[in-house]
């Protein structure tokens, strides 16, 4: 067996981290659930930003958004950045990433062109001739679209004509398809669904290595359980709405927060003091008021779409064993955010850093490596996964990379690599602008040029209903968290090179 393994990572997209079956009994992911039996479950990992592409861009840089520049949904990787694809490959590696990207937004510009936009999205002459290279990725196969959004194109179009659906547009939506919005039950044949494609083609590309024998770095990247709420069948009715423990608002929670959790809560609320760039709107800064029966359908199709999803992942696990390549392969599952469907009164991402929203299921396994059965709180971070991979492919890891070394951990030979997480949110330049420091027991969240903030003790106040920012007991305390977040501000920068003389 080679001393450095293979690398699988899987990831979901928008998964709350209570959504494990082998944590929560209310739901069914019995291929995730081995998974774990099989490796470690790490119950306190974080992600760099709550959104997409900064998230995606930490996990392929080692690096904060503040730091890789990617730092908003609708901006962009800049193509310059080093990344770990590109470090494994030059040891030797193969690297590919089958699913969803999202380095780069939907509009392309002069300045910032960008492969995901419109309408290069739709070309397929262009994408049956393009797989790479791409962020690192010397082979992609890619889509844009979350369920039957019209971004759908690519790779993934082409997978359906391949596969005689030459009227794959009847199950997206206008201008790209010809359906109206759905909800619930989605159209599509299971056959035809974007699990299905991104299982089978991370499958071709283990077949592809099992060929080649050469060490592969592959991401299979998912798009469920990101809403729209619709699921095909028989997914879409697995969960009864009537049976599900709908989580809702505490009342007067938000009477101690800053006053966009507040206005939230509003049927018409006014977010115009907040806007600031061009883009019009700002993610989650809307109103969430939703009915107890609606967030109950969408909890229940939400469910059905991670059950979904863990039906590809077995198809992917076991092609893997049969291969014969899993006792070589590091395994790692997790998702780039969470969501909300009623915590705290609120049902989209955006500037509000709850553990529904901040903490991510994470699941790492390797044969005769990591220990199987295991749960550990050791906190982990998204931008750990590219310095750890290198660790585990004999690869130096480059001072640029500002993610720990979670090697040790995950063999269980170290109790923890950090003490903290640190979670950033720059949706506007400077009037939301947030950063989160969290550790074993307290987060604390403040925002720039604003005199309010957040302050949980996770240990007494789990469910996060109590802020003591401006408790009069709690000062010292805020105090004290707020040097750490400096602390660990100032212990997160970069060291591109290492000092080679004197002077």
């Known amino acids: 067996m080679s001393s450095t393994p293979n690398i699988l990572l899987i990831t979901s997209d928008q998964q709350h981290w209570n959504t494990l079956g082998c944590r929560n009994p209310a739901i069914q992911t019995p291929n995730l659930d081995r998974l774990a039996a099989r490796g470690t479950l790490f119950s306190r990992a974080y992600c760099p930003n709550p959104t997409c592409t900064p998230s995606r861009a930490s996990i392929i840089t080692g690096q904060y958004p503040s730091q890789h520049g990617a730092y908003n949904l609708g901006t962009k990787l800049d193509e310059r950045v080093p990344t770990l694809g590109e470090a494994l490959q030059q040891g030797g590696y193969d690297a590919t990433l089958i699913g969803k990207a999202h380095f780069q937004p ?28 791409f ?23 082409l997978w359906m004509e391949e596969k005689g659906a030459t009227n794959w547009r009847d199950y997206f939506r206008p201008p790209t398809g010809n359906t109206p919005e759905q909800y619930g039950r989605w159209n599509i044949p299971a056959e035809l669904h974007y699990n299905t494609w991104i299982a089978e083609r991370s499958i071709a590309r283990l077949e592809h290595y099992k060929e080649e024998g050469k060490p592969f770095f592959l991401w299979s990247s998912f798009f469920d359980p990101h809403p729209p709420y619709i699921v095909p ?30 206005l939230t809560q509003e049927e018409h609320p006014d977010f115009s003091d907040w806007f600031e760039d061009h883009i019009p709107g700002l993610h989650g800064f809307n109103s969430h008021l939703r009915s107890q029966e609606d967030r109950a359908r969408d909890m229940a199709i939400y469910y059905g779409m991670v059950t979904c999803m863990d039906a590809a992942i077995g198809k992917i696990l076991d092609r893997l064993e049969e291969l014969g390549l899993a006792e070589n392969t590091l395994i790692v599952f997790t998702t780039d955010h969470g969501h909300f469907f009623g915590q705290h009164g609120l049902i989209a991402k955006g500037a509000f850093h709850y553990e529904d929203l901040i903490r991510l299921p994470y699941l790492v396994s390797w044969p005769g490596h990591v220990p199987e059965g295991k749960e550990t709180d050791a906190m982990q971070s998204l931008v750990d996964l590219a310095p750890t991979f290198l660790k585990f492919a004999g690869q130096r890891i480059p001072g640029r990379m500002s993610g720990v070394d979670q090697s040790a951990v995950w063999l269980g030979q170290q109790e923890a690599a950090r003490d903290h997480a640190v979670v950033e949110h720059r949706h506007q330049p400077t009037t939301l602008h947030v950063k ?23 240990e007494t106040d789990p469910g996060e209903v109590n802020n003591l920012w401006d408790d009069p007991d709690s000062q010292d305390l805020k105090y004290r968290l707020t040097r750490k977040l400096l602390d660990a501000e100032m212990g997160k920068e970069p060291l591109p090179m290492l000092r080679v003389a004197g002077a």
């Open 436 to 458: 989160t420091y969290v550790d074993e027991r307290y987060k604390l969240t403040v925002y720039y040029h604003r005199d309010y903030g957040e302050l949980f003790d996770l």
């Open 233 to 262: 069948e028989p997914w879409d009715s697995l969960y009864d709405p009537a049976k599900m423990d709908v989580p809702s608002i505490t009342a007067h929670e938000h009477d101690r927060n800053p006053p966009h959790f507040q």
């Open 106 to 133: 939907l509009e392309s510009t002069e300045e910032y062109p960008s492969l995901e936009a419109y309408p290069i999205l739709h070309d397929l002459d262009f994408w049956r001739d393009f797989h790479g290279p």
């Open 135 to 157: 962020y690192g990725f010397n082979h992609v196969e890619l889509t844009r679209n979350h369920t039957d959004e019209a971004h759908v194109g690519q790779h993934y179009a």
